[in-house]
Every structure is written in C-alpha cells, then in structure tokens.
C-alpha cells in the first residue's frame, strides 16, 4: 500500500491534490499544533492578474492548540468570500460549475477545521470525477508520544504500507534508510510545470485550486492530477 500524511489545507494548489491521487490512502495529519501562516487556514487566487492572500478566521487561534482543536470562527466571513470568488473569477470559463461548488463547500455547517477541510477535499475530488481514500490522523492513530518522522513511520507501520510520499519539499526532513529498516521505500513527489490560461498577460503558478478549476475542464485537470515525477 501506497500512503501519503500531510497537514490539511485549505483549498491547496495542484501538487497537493496530485500527492493525494498518488497514493491509495491519503492521511491528514490532524493531531499536531496548528501553524500560524501556515496554509492550513489560507491560500492564494487571482484577482486582475495578480496573487491574492485570502484566509478564514480561526476562533481563538493558537500554535499550541492542534489542529484537529481548532474551530472555524463565527464570523460571517462565508458572504464576503464568495462574493470575492465571485467578482474575482467572472470571466472564467467555467465559474457557472465551479461557484456552486464553492458556495455548497461554504456553506458547510461543520465548524471543526479539520473536518471541514476534509469536507472540502473530498467534494472537489467528487467535482472533477476522480476516487481517492483520505482519513484524519486524529481519528486512527494513537500516535500523540511521536514526532516528525517517527510518527509517520509509525502510521504507515499501523497501515502495512510498502510506500510512503512525500512533496520534494520535504527531502532534508526524511531519511531513505530509515524508511528501508521499516521495509518501505521513500519517495518525493516533483510537480512539472504546470501552466493554463488564466485570460491575464501573465501566468501565475501553484494558485489554489480554485483558480484551476475555474479555467480548466475535469478531464484536463484530471490530466494535471498525473503531471509529476517520483523521485
């Protein structure tokens, strides 16, 4: 078996959504602290050609709090977020498909973080007609006494997994042999470039998926899903 761990968040770019279909099961790493400014509760769209920083409240928001803790505000920041994606993305060819989609995710009455972020994962994944398996850690494990690798090691020791997948990002943070003593190959995923119309002079890359979804078609986003190499 194939697993991937990673922290959630919200409305990631495209190598997040390539790193879960990579994998039979996907792990959202929910029962560690919180980071601020972080991508967990923020993301980036266009808005007249440039990137833009968006973010939803996070009531009582704390590093030493865990993210599966962490509850979204009560503010009424639901409106002005949609009317932002709105009037941001009104020329994209398809904003008819993809505002419903945004406005059912939003409209979400689960105040857990984790959760609704889960949410949101799985019906974006439901939206482009593509089946993945994700869980949250919180739920599964009982890994709170371990850190960094050891914990991921010990939930895909818990999975039986052959494999475990991590962003190239994280090259530094793990170490092959250790993952071989365990009799499990490490592997980093490496995005190609990926590049779309987005009706601007420039392209702006790794924006959240929003921004793919509102300029592509399923089945080219389902495309972009494969576009990288395991290292």
């Keep these: ?9 919200l409305f990631p770019y495209i190598g997040y959504f390539q790193l879960i279909n990579s994998v039979d099961k996907f792990i959202i790493l929910d029962d560690v602290n919180y980071i601020n400014k972080g991508w967990i509760n923020r993301n980036r769209i266009l808005i007249n050609g440039k990137e833009h920083l968006f973010s939803i409240p996070i009531k009582n928001v704390s590093q030493n709090k865990l993210i599966c803790d962490c509850e979204l505000s009560d503010d009424l920041w ?17 904003i008819n498909d993809v ?6 995710i939003v409209a979400s009455e689960e105040k857990n973080l984790s959760a609704f972020i889960l949410n949101h994962l799985k019906k974006i994944f439901e939206f482009i007609n593509a089946e993945v398996c994700i869980i949250p850690s919180s739920a599964v494990y009982q890994t709170s006494g371990l ?10 020791k818990e999975e039986h997994a052959t ?8 090259v530094e943070l793990y ?23 987005q009706n601007s002079e420039f392209f702006v890359p790794w924006l959240s998926i929003i921004d793919v979804i509102m300029f592509n078609p399923k089945e080219k986003i389902r495309e972009m899903l494969g576009n990288y190499e395991l290292l």
């Design 1 to 9: 078996m194939k697993i991937a761990i990673m922290q959630p968040y």
């Design 78 to 94: 639901q409106k002005k977020f949609l009317k932002t994606i709105e009037l941001s993305y009104k020329k994209a060819p398809f």
């Design 99 to 104: 505002l419903p989609l945004i406005s059912n």
């Design 147 to 156: 850190k960094a690798q050891e914990k991921i090691i010990a939930i895909c």
């Design 163 to 170: 494999d475990y997948v991590n962003p190239i990002g994280g």
């Design 175 to 197: 170490d092959k042999n250790r993952f071989l003593e365990e009799k499990m190959n490490l592997h980093f995923l490496k995005s190609a470039n990926i590049n779309y119309n």
